[in-house]
């Protein structure tokens, strides 16, 4: 059973920073790439979540054009949680964020537009200008 679990959403206004938080826990050991996907507002569809970040299981790290040189993903073993620190943030980062696991490499099956089998519930994060 694949639990993820998502925190630190919340209201800011655009430049400030967030960090986001998943705690994550596997039926066996783990093998999992993990990541996160944005669902802008007014999007209700699964398929309608954006890649943002991923660490994929050989530690290979992605970042949607986007939010480059502004976020940064991490993870700690030791916690069994991954992280999104979010810098500078502007309206258009606004939405749910997703936390995403997949055994799978997630930048392979991003390239092949398949989305991860695994989610967390999401958290909310708002920007305002």
């Given at each position: 059973q694949v639990q993820l679990v998502e925190s630190g959403g919340g209201s800011v206004q655009a430049g400030e920073s967030l960090t986001l938080s998943c705690e994550y826990s596997f039926d066996r050991y783990d093998d999992y790439s993990k990541g996160w996907y944005r669902q802008p507002q007014g999007r209700s569809a699964t398929s309608e979540r954006d890649f943002v970040s991923c660490i994929n299981d050989d530690g290979y790290i992605d970042y949607a054009e986007s939010v480059k040189g502004r976020f940064?993903?991490?993870?700690?073993?030791?916690?069994?949680?991954?992280?999104?620190?979010?810098?500078?943030?502007?309206?258009?980062?606004?939405?749910?964020?997703?936390?995403?696991?997949?055994?799978?490499?997630?930048?392979?099956?991003?390239?092949?537009?398949?989305?991860?089998?695994?989610?967390?519930?999401?958290t909310q994060v708002t920007v305002s200008s």
């Amino acid at each position: 059973q694949v639990q993820l679990v998502e925190s630190g959403g919340g209201s800011v206004q655009a430049g400030e920073s967030l960090t986001l938080s998943c705690e994550y826990s596997f039926d066996r050991y783990d093998d999992y790439s993990k990541g996160w996907y944005r669902q802008p507002q007014g999007r209700s569809a699964t398929s309608e979540r954006d890649f943002v970040s991923c660490i994929n299981d050989d530690g290979y790290i992605d970042y949607a054009e986007s939010v480059k040189g502004r976020f940064t993903i991490s993870r700690d073993s030791a916690k069994n949680t991954l992280y999104l620190q979010m810098n500078d943030l502007r309206s258009e980062d606004s939405g749910v964020y997703y936390c995403a696991a997949d055994r799978r490499l997630m930048t392979y099956i991003r390239d092949l537009g398949i989305l991860p089998r695994h989610w967390g519930q999401g958290t909310q994060v708002t920007v305002s200008s």
